[in-house]
């Protein structure tokens, strides 16, 4: 996993990749457990070219989301990396 961005003032944003894994295929596979994510370049084309990426996976958290939903989020992120590695 590799996230994108300075962390020192990080917010609930959070950009990435995973190494071997198209972001496009990520993000249907986390649909089919109803998890929404956004992918592509996100308007910000500048971040794209700085870190060599045509588009990455992005996830937001808000005061709405639960300590369990995000507990799911990872445990699906986790099947999806092993079955697409």
């Known amino acids: 996993l590799k996230m994108y961005g300075v962390f020192k003032n990080q917010t609930s944003i959070i950009s990435f990749n995973i190494d071997g894994v198209h972001f496009n295929d990520l993000a249907m596979l986390l649909d089919k457990k109803n998890i929404a994510i956004r ?47």
């Open 39 to 85: 992918t592509g370049h996100h308007c910000a084309q500048p971040f794209m070219k700085f870190f060599n990426i045509s588009g990455n996976a992005r996830i937001s958290f808000g005061i709405y989301n639960t300590k369990g939903e995000i507990d799911y989020f990872i445990e699906t992120l986790n099947e999806i990396i092993k079955i697409l590695k």
